[in-house]
């Protein structure tokens, strides 16, 4: 879809001697000579001003002319990147397709040639939505700034004028439902909670796993919160058949943004060989369910469910943060889903996160390998109705266990460093059901 202007400029016109542009003909760039004089307008030649339309859409005009008020040269343009007549035209046309205020925040995003070329490709309605998503979720006046949002919106721009015109479409619509499942998550920023703790008021020591750094933990929370940045690392990454983007695209506009943020993080972090199994996945899974497959997996990206509570014998309750799965950790984590997928089904493995999914991420891919594993050596046991739940009494005990105690023995480590010492006698695990309670 093409919307540009057709200008012609007449460089050799002697008006470039005078105080006004010649253009022939340009629809966009004739509103400036409607305030000149009707005696200095010529037919079919229309003056432009350049300082009346620089003033409007504040176009930087450059070696318009000499000191002493005498032309040197024709001028020269600035509007953002775009340094052509034509271009800026162009790019103007776009913005009179918006609103004063959408046409606001497309000017922030820096004017350039990659951008006007997608916008050439966008119906009103696309753009509109496109400028929308800008404002909401890559917003250079937000926390992030100029810095993280600037560079992937540019990196989006980049992305989405690679594609044709139906698949941009598509891919704003995408973008449009992802940025509002962003503004429905109510607990969202740098401040570091606990999933399993969130009245804090009780709280008589807080410490951190020599592993994890608070700077790195509220930059992550902040990155995973976004979740149409994660969706431009996906569409960046090309993994994926434009038929498979368009499958995953439908599942994400139906998803809650914890699903999504679970769907985005396995999409772009599985092994190639599990891809097929992934898509396959995304069809077979109930958006419904309480046990949805990816909103388990979305803890594993939630910052916060990375803070233990503990309640302490001498009173009140003990946090204690750890640091995130790794990228790599999580790969090993989907490929055992993978594996019990393939071998159980989805309806078993949801069976499997109603009794685990209260207990910390860093179990979860040990939880898995272990099940993986009982499933190859003795298939059997798991032919009966109750036999998951007896699998979990048996070997989850063990499994959290160890994972209190490594904790357990941090926190006390941690309590003596201080001049006077924390006493916080016996400490005990709470799990995320009972603090809610």
């Not at 992934?278 to 990206?301: G, M």
């Not at 926190?411 to 016996?426: F, K, M, S, T």
Request: overall charge negative.
């Amino acid at each position: 879809m093409k919307i540009r202007p057709a200008i012609n400029l007449n460089l050799s016109n002697s008006k470039f001697a005078e105080s006004n542009t010649s253009i022939i003909k340009s629809e966009k760039l004739e509103q400036g000579s409607k305030a000149l004089p009707t005696s200095t307008i010529e037919t079919p030649v229309e003056t432009y001003s350049p300082y009346s339309r620089a003033k409007q859409y504040r176009v930087h005009l450059i070696n318009f002319s000499s000191d002493n008020g005498s032309i040197a040269k024709p001028p020269e343009y600035r509007y953002g990147e775009l340094s052509t007549l034509e271009d800026i035209d162009a790019f103007l046309t776009h913005e009179d397709r918006l609103t004063k205020e959408q046409a606001d925040i497309l000017r922030s995003h820096v004017p350039s040639k990659e951008l006007l070329s997608l916008m050439d490709k966008m119906d009103d309605e696309t753009l509109s939505q496109f400028v929308d998503v800008l404002a909401n979720s890559f917003n250079v006046g937000s926390v992030l700034g100029v810095g993280a949002n600037m560079e992937k919106a540019q990196e989006l721009v980049s992305v989405l004028n690679s594609m044709s015109e139906g698949d941009i479409e598509d891919t704003v619509s995408t973008l449009t439902a992802l940025s509002e499942q962003e503004n429905e998550d109510s607990d969202f920023g740098f401040y570091l909670s606990s999933s399993y703790h969130k009245n804090q008021e009780d709280v008589t020591f807080r410490s951190f796993s020599e592993a994890a750094n608070y700077k790195t933990l509220a930059s992550q929370k902040l990155h995973f919160g976004k979740i149409t940045h994660q969706y431009v690392d996906l569409l960046a990454k090309n993994r994926y058949s434009q038929g498979d983007i368009e499958s995953i695209n439908q599942h994400l506009k139906e998803s809650s943004f914890e699903q999504s943020r679970g769907i985005l993080d396995m999409a772009t972090h599985i092994k190639n060989n599990d891809r097929a199994s992934f898509l396959n996945l995304l069809d077979e899974v109930d958006k419904d369910s309480e046990n949805n497959i990816f909103a388990y997996v979305s803890r594993l990206v939630d910052v916060d469910e990375y803070t233990s509570a503990y309640e302490s014998s001498e009173g009140g309750k003990v946090l204690f943060t750890d640091k995130m799965e790794t990228e790599s950790e999580r790969t090993e984590m989907y490929t055992h889903l993978f594996d019990a997928y393939e071998k159980q089904g989805v309806t078993w493995m949801e069976d499997v996160i109603e009794h685990v999914h209260d207990h910390p991420p860093q179990v979860q891919s040990q939880v898995w390998q272990a099940i993986n594993q009982t499933i190859e050596d003795n298939p059997a046991l798991f032919e009966k109705s109750d036999s998951v739940e007896m699998w979990i009494t048996m070997r989850l005990s063990s499994i959290q266990r160890d994972f209190e105690n490594k904790q357990i023995d941090e926190i006390y480590d941690a309590a003596e460093l201080p001049d006077i010492p924390y006493n916080l006698g016996r400490l005990s695990w709470i799990k995320n059901e009972e603090v809610a309670e």
